[in-house]
């Protein structure tokens, strides 16, 4: 069902020109301003909409518009209050919170032939890894499908016109402090960078780029992030606010103390392309493959309704597997919704395994079409069950899936273009066999600060960012996180420097109103407090001087936005501006890990003679003599089911030790102990 008040016909003119984006990256937050430029080149006043994705944890602020010499500063919107001013004939422009991934900018009243600009400002955290750190500029929107059922007048769900090409421009400058940077490159569009002086200069490569994908800039560093915490003060509230950075390094036994139910959930709506969905259900697959004896789980398809593999979670074995092999060979995606929040709630009624804890790896793209209500209910059932997302596509980075993983004590993973959707499927496995970290808390040495109303699971191998308050600072502080592994006390100290840097508090505050549930009155306060955009709290201008005010109601036009490239029909025209290496499918022929790894048996063994063969320059003659004399030195066995697990100790020994064959050979440790 689509919303027809959206729709406009091919023929009316756009009055959006442009969208530009400038700003800096600095201590991995990037400090952006957009700028929109409307031309209404139509014989009458106008009202334009223009719905655009709003980037994860990014906070919004200070809406300006300017016409012609004069600026008006934004405040929050009173109930109706922009209805009023354009029945009044005035001009208004307001911004508007829209789920928690879409902003809605509107502009009435642009009269005849009058050019008018928007500004609006944002902060970023940038996505931090072991060697990189990412910001993810979301500028295409895919297809919201939503059930026929759905209630439109009690959750209105904004749905933009779309199309293939938009007649708009769109451009990118970018300051970037590269002092501790040694790289700087995007795997979503081609760009120029100029270095000077430790500050680079970061453009996109045409005067009329591509909207139809996440813009990806991703800065390399020259080694992994040691913990620091940095705060800052926001002058006009006096309120200090840090930022504490870390990696988690853990000693993770291969086998953890109990063997986890994991049910794979996958996505199979009408947004799910073919390409997608083939990465998917490889990626399925291959976890399939990964799980151990004692594991239990449970294969689960959704679109506007759930396909379940057995009423009840299943004993990993042989059998098992096949059976969500066989079922998964003749799944399709169909032209349905996205049923995330029914999917969830049928797992919530499925009988829980005693002594295991549940664990759901859900491969989506990621275009949800009730965020609010998703957030709302993880929220509700927090630590029940961890969700460890991944999400695939190219126009995911506004998704809601990175907070309802992190609340319900899983991760969520962004594919890009140079990562496999696989080796992601297996880092997703190992953590979910990681013992895990409890009794996490924060604390200072020497200061005094507010615990986060929100702490998140911590898995080896990852890095994580929290923003707490800082209410007092002595000599010396520092911040200390602790936490508990088996009997192991964990602790991580840095620092606190405090600087003049009011970016800190702003995302502290923003990271406090989307913590909580959608109606608590607290985070609209607080939003106020820190003039940011928050649920229920849209921003808004308004102008109506004598002399220029309208005797009727502006004409509605939407702005068009353009549709993501995966749901394109035939080639697009701007093919050249993309760099080459997006949407490619796991290349398992071209990976010899992946490959082996796909390979492996429900009982643990490898039915890996060619690749083994391949790998090793050998032939299979020799590959089996090897084999067997392993076979005969470690099990004494010197028949078929030797060979085979003669073969398996050879793959072992070719596996790397990573959070990607983690899975794999904790399930070759179990199947030699149980054969010892």
Excluded at 111 to 134: D, T, W, Y
Excluded at 392 to 421: D, K, N, W, Y
Excluded at 597 to 609: I, R, S, W
Aim: with cysteine.
């Amino acid at each position: 069902m689509a919303d027809t008040s959206y729709q406009l016909p091919h023929s009316q003119t756009v009055a959006l020109e442009k969208v530009h984006v400038r700003g800096e990256i600095k201590d991995f937050i990037a400090e952006l301003e957009y700028i929109f430029s409307f031309h209404n080149r139509e014989d009458r006043n106008i009202e334009a909409v223009y719905c655009f994705p709003l980037p994860n944890r990014a906070a919004v602020g200070r809406l300006e518009v300017k016409d012609g010499e004069v600026v008006d500063s934004c405040h929050y919107e009173i109930e109706h209050e922009y209805d009023r001013v354009l029945e009044a004939g005035g001009a208004a422009c307001k911004l508007e919170l829209k789920e928690r991934s879409i902003l809605e900018l509107a502009l009435g009243n642009i009269p005849a032939g009058k050019q008018v600009k928007v500004s609006l400002k944002m902060l970023i955290p940038l996505e931090i890894a072991e060697r990189n750190a990412v910001m993810r500029l979301p500028l295409a929107l895919a297809p919201r499908y939503v059930p026929q059922t759905y209630n439109w007048a009690d959750n209105p769900i904004p749905s933009p016109f779309w199309h293939d090409e938009v007649p708009y421009e769109f451009s990118l400058d970018l300051t970037v402090d590269s002092r501790n940077i040694c790289g700087i490159k995007s795997s979503s569009h081609r760009i120029a960078c100029e270095e000077n002086n430790g500050t680079a200069k970061v453009r996109v490569c045409a005067p009329e780029s591509i909207l139809e994908r996440d813009f990806l800039l991703e800065l390399e560093l020259p080694q992994a992030i040691a913990p620091e915490c940095r705060a800052g003060r926001h002058g006009d509230t006096e309120t200090v606010a840090a930022r504490f950075t870390f990696g988690m390094e853990l000693p993770v036994p291969p086998v953890p103390e109990k063997n986890p139910e994991v049910i794979l959930l996958l996505d199979c709506s009408a947004s799910m392309t073919p390409g997608r969905f083939e990465q998917a259900a490889e990626a399925v697959e291959l976890a399939l493959r990964g799980m151990a004896a004692g594991d239990y789980f449970n294969l689960i398809t959704f679109g506007s309704d759930c396909r379940v593999l057995a009423p009840s979670s299943l004993p990993y074995n042989r059998r098992n597997m096949n059976a969500a092999l066989n079922m998964l060979t003749n799944t399709q995606p169909h032209r349905e919704g996205s049923e995330l929040l029914q999917a969830l709630k049928v797992i919530d009624k499925l009988p829980r395994i005693k002594k295991s804890h549940r664990n759901i790896i859900l491969i989506s793209d990621g275009e949800i079409y009730n965020g609010r209500e998703l957030l709302h209910y993880t929220h509700g059932k927090r630590h029940h069950t961890a969700i460890f997302s991944i999400i695939t596509g190219s126009s995911s980075g506004q998704s809601a899936l990175p907070l309802v993983s992190e609340m319900s004590g899983g991760f969520c993973e962004v594919i890009t273009g140079r990562t496999s959707v696989s080796e992601v499927i297996l880092r997703q496995l190992s953590r979910i066999i990681q013992i895990p970290v409890k009794n996490i808390k924060l604390r200072a040495e020497n200061a005094m600060i507010v615990e986060p109303p929100f702490m998140p699971a911590l898995f080896d191998g990852d890095y994580y960012s929290i923003y707490l308050e800082v209410k007092h600072c002595g000599e010396n502080p520092q911040i200390v996180l602790e936490g508990s592994l088996r009997n192991r006390q964990i602790e991580i100290k840095a620092p606190l420097k405090e600087e003049e840097d009011r970016r800190i508090p702003v995302l502290w505050a923003n990271s406090v109103i989307h913590a909580q549930p959608h109606h608590n009155p607290e985070p609209r306060g607080l939003a106020e407090k820190f003039d940011i955009l928050a649920p229920d709290k849209p921003l808004m201008t308004v102008r109506s001087a004598a002399g220029e005010t309208s005797e009727y109601y502006p004409a509605f036009r939407m702005m068009p936005i353009a549709l993501g490239s995966e749901h394109r029909g035939g080639d697009y025209r701007h093919r050249e501006l993309m760099a080459a290496v997006h949407e490619q499918k796991a290349a398992y022929g071209d990976d010899f890990v992946l490959e082996l790894l796909k390979t492996q048996d429900a009982d643990g063994t490898f039915d890996a003679e060619e690749v083994l063969s391949r790998h090793l320059n050998c032939s299979a003659g020799k590959l089996r003599e090897e084999a067997m004399e392993v076979a005969r030195n470690y099990f004494g066995k010197a028949d078929d089911s030797g060979y085979r697990w003669g073969l398996t100790l050879l793959a072992a020994r070719e596996l790397p030790k990573n959070r990607i064959t983690a899975p794999a050979r904790r399930k070759i440790a179990n199947a030699v102990k149980k054969l010892s």
